[in-house]
């Protein structure tokens, strides 16, 4: 979560009217914990002249208390929720020459998914290095971090160099080290500045205590950066939020210009349609005009449908149309990430169903190394293969920043779980597009006489999923419903003959299932599933793959003393002498449906009890006829 506050009262702030663009500065600025990042940020607004007098008293009073010099870190001090929490917050302030918004990413150890909420828009970072260290992994981290959001240019700034008696050997070393490694990455634009945040020394002014440093004070040298490139010279680009129909015939589409400008009478494309149009009128621009930045309403020539999602964009330079893209994606959710599992991605403001389709690999944050990996825990970053169900309109990173980075949704709360970087869309048409025929899935329902749909039965090894379902299929199948089982077992005896138990074997296995399942859906089917299925999200996915009142989750529960008790295969006793990895209960976890359609309690009743329930359930549904 991110907050923008006021650096004096904490209070939130509202954007700053009325500041062109190009006076405005975006630090993103991180640092170890105990490096002195805090202090050196509350050293930089008392010297911008941004802490207000009575905020500065109270700092001072607290000084006078513990008989030492000021704690500037306390001019930070902002909403307390914020603090706690460990929130990026945003702080504005400004000198007579220039405004900035620091972006003040949290010290901690998980700090990748922190650190592309504040550096996605960031012009500069200004990492902080500890004078009496080297170059720690952290500080590697950030780094690579900002290089890959695209951040221009690394201000350095080396804290408490009063405590290394103000030598040139340290700051050099650093400066030496870091400039090696930044090289490494493609990051030209850099400066190391030495400090001591509590004395001000090179923060606002020049020290006399550090004559061997010939360069700016770090206050100096960020209001003399040149002004950002907000995309005004490149491409046109305008995100449509959502179209305005005024009656009898005004249709505008509105949204914020990401990048080049526009003007009535410019011919424009709108993707992903491809349809060609012209600009009629501009609404919030000056003068007819308006460019990257500019919130705006668009019309448009020929009675072109545009709808929320689409791009207008320069017929000349167009985005890239595509149903797939390589990506770097920042994993933020505590549930990882495994290919397969399906998700809500935006794009601007377009939303899609899609899924990782490959994990290329995990990116070491601190070491740049690249390591195989099944899945993306939370805070990881990894390169992966995105796969979409329809076609969007897209930019590389790089080129736009905006119309090149997406985020990842779970689909059933639509929550943020990860957000990416287009790194490459793929080749258009590369990939299969699904064949449509004349016999459908209601021509086969009216046949068979019944509505199709997935009972899946979930639980632990034992639990009586599979006795349950092969029950419930005789009583189906003698009552003329078109089934058929899909035991786990059976799968993992063929078409899942190829996978473990690791839990991205796990996901790849429900993944699979899922997908003969809505084949045999889409056949006209009752398909009984008969599968541990131990992670939520997948029988999600499983649910996700059918229409509305297709899906029945069951959930077979027995408490895992007694599934163990009963064990008919021997797997409880060979897991616990460590002849099976990774067992569900016993070393690899299982997560329980929160609300399933049909809770069975097997420690109570038979299987036939059950499966009349079932019936039951499946009757009300329309699966079958009473």
């Known amino acids: 979560m991110t907050a923008v506050v006021d650096p004096d009262t904490g209070d939130a702030l509202p954007p700053r009217a009325g500041t062109a663009d190009r006076d405005l500065l975006r630090l993103v600025a991180c640092g170890g914990v105990g490096d002195g990042k805090r202090t050196l940020l509350g050293r930089l607004l008392y010297e911008a002249g941004a802490a207000r007098e009575d905020r500065l008293a109270a700092v001072r009073a607290d000084a006078a208390g513990r008989g030492g010099g000021p704690d500037y870190a306390l001019l930070l001090d902002g909403p307390a929720a914020e603090r706690e929490r460990g ?85 050099e070393r650093i400066s030496h080290d870091y400039r090696e490694f930044a090289r490494r990455l493609g990051l030209t634009a850099v400066e190391v500045v030495p400090t001591c945040a509590p004395l001000g020394d090179n923060v606002g002014t020049r020290s006399a205590r550090m004559p061997w440093y010939e360069g700016p004070a770090l206050l100096e040298l960020l ?29 505008g589409c509105c949204g914020r210009i990401t990048s080049g400008a ?106 740049l190394d690249q390591v195989p990996a099944a899945g993306l825990a939370c805070d990881d970053l990894g390169l992966v293969d995105v796969e979409v169900d329809q076609p969007v309109a897209l930019d590389r990173y790089q080129d736009d920043r905006r119309t090149g980075a997406f985020l990842v949704l779970d689909p059933v709360t639509n929550a943020t779980v990860g957000a990416g970087m287009v790194r490459q869309p793929a080749r258009p048409g590369a990939g299969p597009s699904w064949q449509r025929t004349d016999v459908g ?28 379902a092969n029950l419930l299929e005789q009583r189906l199948h003698a009552r003329g419903v078109h089934t058929y089982l899909l035991d786990g077992d059976n799968l993992r005896c063929g078409l899942n003959s190829d996978l473990g138990f690791r839990a991205a074997d796990r996901v790849e296995n429900i993944r699979r299932t899922a997908e003969v399942a809505r084949l045999m859906v889409d056949a006209g089917l009752v398909v009984l599933v008969a599968c541990i299925s131990p992670f939520a999200a997948d029988r999600r996915l499983a649910r996700a793959l059918v229409a509305e009142g297709e899906f029945c989750e069951v959930h077979v529960d027995a408490p895992l003393e007694v599934a163990e008790r009963r064990d008919p295969k021997g797997l409880y006793r060979r897991a616990r002498r460590g002849e099976i990895a990774d067992f569900t209960g016993i070393d690899s976890p299982y997560e329980p449906p929160d609300a399933p359609e049909v809770r069975i309690d097997t420690t109570g009743g038979t299987p036939e009890d059950a499966v009349a329930e079932l019936l039951a359930r499946l009757t009300a549904m329309g699966m079958v006829h009473s």
């Not at 449908?305 to 017929?315: I, K, S």
């Open 223 to 251: 209001e003399s950066f040149p002004a950002t490139d907000r995309g005004g010279d490149r491409c046109f680009r305008l995100p449509v939020r959502y179209v305005n129909q005024v009656p009898p015939d005004f249709r």
């Open 87 to 171: 929130d990026v917050v945003h702080r504005r302030f400004a000198t007579a020459t220039r405004e900035f918004v620091v972006a003040d990413v949290p010290g901690r150890e998980r700090r990748t998914g922190d650190l592309v909420a504040g550096a996605s828009t960031a012009d500069v970072a200004l990492i902080v290095v500890d004078a009496r260290k080297s170059l720690p992994r952290e500080v590697r981290g950030h780094t690579h971090l900002a290089a890959l959001l695209g951040v221009g240019a690394v201000v350095v700034a080396v804290t408490k160099v009063d405590l290394v008696d103000y030598g040139r050997a340290a700051h």
């Open 262 to 367: 526009v003007r009535p009478g410019d011919p424009v494309l709108v993707l992903p349609g491809g349809q060609r149009t012209a600009v009629t009128a501009v609404h919030g621009g000056e003068d007819d005009e308006a460019v990257a930045g500019e919130s705006v309403t668009v019309t448009v020539a020929d009675d072109v449908d545009v709808a929320r999602g689409d791009l207008l964009c320069d017929p000349e330079s167009p985005a890239e149309v595509t149903d797939g893209f390589q990506a770097h994606l920042v994993w933020l959710h505590e549930e990882p990430m495994f290919p397969g599992r399906r998700y809500a991605i935006r794009i601007g403001a377009r939303l899609v169903r899609g899924s990782v389709r490959a994990l290329r690999h995990r990116l070491d944050v601190d070491t």
């Open 441 to 468: 899935k209601a021509a086969r329902r009216l046949r068979n006489g019944h509505r199709p749909g997935v009972v899946w039965l979930t639980g632990l090894s034992g639990s009586g999923k599979s006795t349950i």
